[in-house]
Each structure stands twice: as structure tokens, then as C-alpha cells.
């Protein structure tokens, strides 16, 4: 028996996508991260983040977490802090998925909706709506004197990842899971450790030209380089649009019973084609980023 839910946080399945990837040179495996407690890849940062504050008096009792967001870590923090007693705020673009905020809020979080720039588009964040999220963040801070967890910029999200998110480490009967041979994955902004990575339609940090600062992987690809972000680790860059993210994800659900969102469809569409060039006998691993259930107000499943 577990002492709170903070410790279902973690050791999430490693699968095998025998059916989408049969009849390819390797094989591919997803890490089902939706199998935390707050649905997302998030949770394992969140905890990490807090419990680090803690040890270092930056977040003391009866304090205050306020946190830029798409939704999953502002989700991840919000159970961390319901169990420590902390005031949680996320603030976040109203182009975000009408799941999360409800979410939050049944959570316990405070959520402050920052309006889109221009026209709004729901379900479609733009670069331009994530600065606007990032001023209002910064206000609030300076306001309330809160701690922010800062998962873009903040160690203790690398740390989470490299100790506890590596696919052979945290796999139950991982002593007979073979070593990866490959890493995709699209969430790099708190994830910097693997081999290789996929990226969404705005080829940024492959330093190709960028077309559109608006897609609907909500989360990653604003055009932005993540402060943490260590190049020597990526061998390489694959894309994945709009389209081919939702209809991988489409496929993962009615052929594998894989019900993950827009990113976990991005990085099976990039892992997919990694695999059909890859040697004979390769492992090529990627994450399923979260749940489907977070994106049902949105055309993935519609």
C-alpha cells in the first residue's frame, strides 16, 4: 500500500507497438506515461521540482507554486501541492484544451487564463500566446512573492527525467528489456536527455525555417529554444506535422488501444519512421506524453 499518490508517480509501462510497426527493420516501443497519477510525462518534474524547493528553503509551509503551463504540469504540481498543503496557480493560454483547466481546478489550482493574441484559436497555441503567458507568469510571482517551479529552466527537470524517465530504468521486468538503441521524442523543453529527437512542424532548434509559430501539439514547438536544451545529445531531427500527429494518434488508439494525445501521436509518427530506416533488430523507444482524455473537446478524436 502506497502512504499518498505521490508514490504512483513513475515505473509507467514500456510497450511494444507490434502492430503499427510489423514488418519494419526495428521494433518500436511506447513509454505509457499516462499511467501517473496526473495522466503526463509532468508528473515525475513536478515532484522533483517540490521536493528539491523543500531542501533548499526556496518553498516553505504555507507557500505559493505559480507556473506557466499547457496544462500537464500545471497538473503534475497541482497533486504535489494538494498533498503539501501549497497555494497552486497555473497560468495559461486560453488556447489550451478545456480539459486541463478542468482539471486544475477540480485539483484545487487557481487557473489564470491569459487571452490569445489576435484571433482566438482553440485547441492552437502560437509562440506569440506563450510570451503573453510568460508576462502574466512573471507579474504574478513578483505580486505574490510565490516560488515558480520554472520546468524550462529549472535543473530539477533534467534531474527527474535522467533518474527516473529512462525507458530500461523505470520499465517493470526491466532487467529483460534490451537497451534502446534509439530515443525520439518531441518534448524537449523539460526532457533534454536521449539520442535522438522528432520534432513538431516548426523545425526551430533543427535551425530550419519557420512557417507557422501556431500548431496544436500543445506544449512543445513555439519556436523556442529551451534553456536547458543540450545539442551533443541529438543525433538528428525528424518532423511531424499537424496532420500526421493526429491521425498517428488516431491509429495508436483503434490499432494498438494506445489512447494518448497530439504529442504521443507526433513522436509514433517520428518513431515509425525512424524504425523503417533503422538496422535490422534496432529498439527505437518514444513516449506517449499523455492521455487522450485531455483532448476530447478537440478535432484529434472528432
Not at 494506445?258 to 519512421?273: K, P, Q, T
Request: aromatic residues 6%.
Amino acid at each position: 500500500m502506497l502512504d499518498s499518490v505521490l508514490g504512483a508517480i513513475g515505473a509507467t509501462p514500456l510497450v511494444a507497438l507490434n502492430r503499427l510497426a510489423a514488418g519494419l527493420p526495428a521494433r518500436v516501443a511506447v513509454k505509457l506515461e499516462y499511467y501517473s497519477p496526473g495522466g503526463s510525462v509532468k508528473d515525475r518534474v513536478a515532484l522533483r521540482i517540490i521536493e528539491d524547493a523543500e531542501r533548499a528553503g526556496r518553498l516553505r509551509p504555507g507557500g505559493t507554486v505559480v507556473e506557466l503551463t499547457s496544462g500537464n504540469m500545471g497538473i503534475g504540481l497541482a497533486i504535489v501541492c494538494a498533498l503539501r498543503s501549497y497555494r497552486m496557480i497555473a497560468v495559461m493560454s486560453e488556447g489550451n484544451s478545456v480539459e486541463r483547466r478542468r482539471i486544475l481546478e477540480a485539483l484545487g489550482a487557481d487557473v489564470v487564463l491569459v487571452p490569445q493574441v489576435g484571433t482566438p484559436r482553440p485547441g492552437q497555441v502560437s509562440a506569440e500566446d506563450l510570451e503573453q503567458v510568460e508576462i502574466r507568469t512573471q507579474e504574478l510571482v513578483r505580486e505574490l512573492g510565490a516560488f515558480r517551479a520554472d520546468q524550462f529552466r529549472n535543473p530539477s527537470s533534467v534531474a527527474a527525467h535522467e533518474s527516473a524517465t529512462d525507458p530500461v530504468a523505470t520499465a517493470p521486468g526491466s532487467d529483460t528489456v534490451p537497451c534502446p538503441t534509439y530515443f525520439a521524442s518531441g518534448k524537449i523543453g523539460s526532457i533534454s536527455t536521449g539520442t535522438s529527437f522528432s520534432r513538431s512542424s516548426a523545425p526551430f532548434i533543427a535551425g530550419g525555417p519557420i512557417s507557422n509559430t501556431s500548431h496544436k501539439i500543445q506544449g512543445t514547438g513555439y519556436a523556442m529554444m529551451p534553456p536547458l536544451w543540450d545539442p551533443s545529445l541529438c543525433d538528428g531531427f525528424l518532423t511531424a506535422g499537424d496532420d500526421e500527429a493526429a491521425e498517428t494518434g488516431r491509429r495508436l488508439a483503434r490499432v494498438e488501444g494506445i489512447f494518448g494525445g497530439f504529442s504521443a501521436g507526433a513522436n509514433v509518427a517520428c518513431a515509425l519512421r525512424l524504425a523503417r530506416q533503422a538496422e535490422l533488430g534496432a529498439l527505437v523507444v518514444t513516449v506517449a506524453c499523455d492521455t487522450g482524455l485531455k483532448y476530447l473537446s478537440t478535432d484529434l478524436f472528432g
